[in-house]
């Protein structure tokens, strides 16, 4: 087919349920409820899983990118991504993707019409696997027009028209079904570092939750470090989902899993944990995702507190604290 399984030297980093029965609709409060049909971060009518940049205002963007999607891969390249680790490129770095939407068994695309042109299709051809990638990941697929797409174990493999130079990773979380490439074909996703020692009065090892009370929001949670500990209005407790993907979570980083154990003075009512569709793994607390905030930058900060009317700090029960 054309594919070189031979690995080279290479050129050179929501909405998703978890049915836990834990979680049911009795514990939220109405005013943190999402209301019935509303959808956060959507895409724009009309758009699909794919977004909206295949219309007027990116027709010729998405036109170049969808001639480039005629090329194959060539050399593939291993990117390091300060975000999600190691990413999957194609020969100019050019950051490679997969479609939730999508089958790997059997591989089938199911990216059609305006969607590949917001999303090239990577053809099926001259693909070399990257230095450090197993060289049988690699296959391909008939598409419905009878071309041939490259797939990476099983996975249909595209660009998108909005990345414009090598290394642009827009593509992550797009209509949260879109997501960077790692080199094994799964989401990319990078390890968790170690947690930073506490600093000094944090009073608690990192990789703990406990209770701090401030003279604004009274008692609320702060993680390991003494860092303020947010609920997103636009996530759900039931079906538990975040809706903070991409740009959202680099600025609003997900809290680990935290042992029980390791949580003083936090209700246990929907102590659980969220497998998000980027691969990381979320602590909830009463259903809700809950996250820090990069804009806190010592123990006791709290300048997430009510920003964009939608973050707000968590009351030992995981229920928001609205008081600014």
């Given amino acids: 087919?054309?594919?070189?399984?031979?690995?080279?030297?290479?050129?050179?980093?929501?909405?998703?349920?978890l049915t836990a029965t834990a979680c049911g609709g009795d514990d939220t409060k109405a005013g943190d409820a999402k209301p019935a049909g509303a959808a956060s971060q959507a895409p724009a009518s009309g758009a699909g899983d794919y977004g909206s940049d295949y219309g007027a205002g990116s027709a010729a963007g998405a036109a170049d990118a969808a001639g480039s999607g005629t090329k194959a891969a060539g050399q593939l390249a291993i990117a390091q991504n300060e975000q999600l680790g190691s990413v999957l490129a194609d020969s100019a770095g050019f950051t490679l993707y997969r479609f939730d939407k999508d089958t790997a068994k059997p591989p089938k695309s199911n990216c059609?019409?305006?969607?590949?042109?917001?999303?090239?299709?990577?053809?099926?051809?001259?693909?070399?696997?990257?230095?450090?990638?197993?060289p049988s990941l690699l296959g391909e697929v008939v598409r419905t027009d009878g071309s041939k797409q490259l797939t990476v174990a099983g996975w249909p493999v595209y660009?998108?028209?909005?990345?414009?130079?090598?290394?642009?990773?827009?593509?992550?979380?797009?209509?949260?079904?879109?997501?960077?490439?790692?080199?094994d074909g799964k989401k990319a996703a990078k390890a968790a570092a170690p947690a930073p020692a506490a600093p000094a009065g944090a009073g608690q090892a990192a990789g703990a939750l406990t209770v701090a009370k401030d003279p604004k929001l009274g008692e609320h949670i702060v993680d390991?470090?003494?860092?303020?500990?947010?609920?997103?209005?636009?996530?759900?407790?039931?079906?538990?989902?975040?809706?903070c993907t991409g740009d959202c979570v680099a600025k609003w980083p997900v809290v680990p899993p935290v042992d029980k154990a390791n949580a003083k003075g936090i209700v246990e009512k929907g102590y659980s944990v969220l497998?998000?569709?980027?691969?990381?793994?979320?602590?909830?607390?009463d259903?809700?995702?809950?996250?820090?905030?990069?804009?806190?930058?010592?123990?006791?900060?709290?300048?997430?507190?009510g920003v964009g009317g939608t973050w707000y700090a968590v009351s030992p029960d995981g229920k928001l604290i609205t008081t600014s």
């Fill in 1 to 17: 087919m054309g594919i070189k399984r031979g690995t080279t030297l290479a050129a050179v980093a929501v909405v998703v349920a």
């Fill in 112 to 134: 059609e019409g305006d969607c590949a042109k917001t999303w090239p299709v990577v053809a099926a051809g001259d693909a070399t696997a990257a230095a450090g990638m197993d």
């Fill in 159 to 183: 660009r998108y028209s909005k990345d414009t130079k090598a290394g642009e990773t827009n593509g992550q979380g797009v209509g949260g079904t879109w997501f960077a490439l790692a080199p």
């Fill in 224 to 243: 390991g470090n003494g860092m303020t500990v947010y609920r997103f209005k636009k996530d759900t407790a039931w079906p538990m989902a975040s809706n």
């Fill in 275 to 285: 497998d998000r569709p980027d691969g990381m793994k979320q602590q909830a607390i």
């Fill in 287 to 305: 259903c809700w995702p809950v996250y820090t905030f990069t804009g806190d930058k010592k123990a006791g900060d709290i300048n997430g507190q």
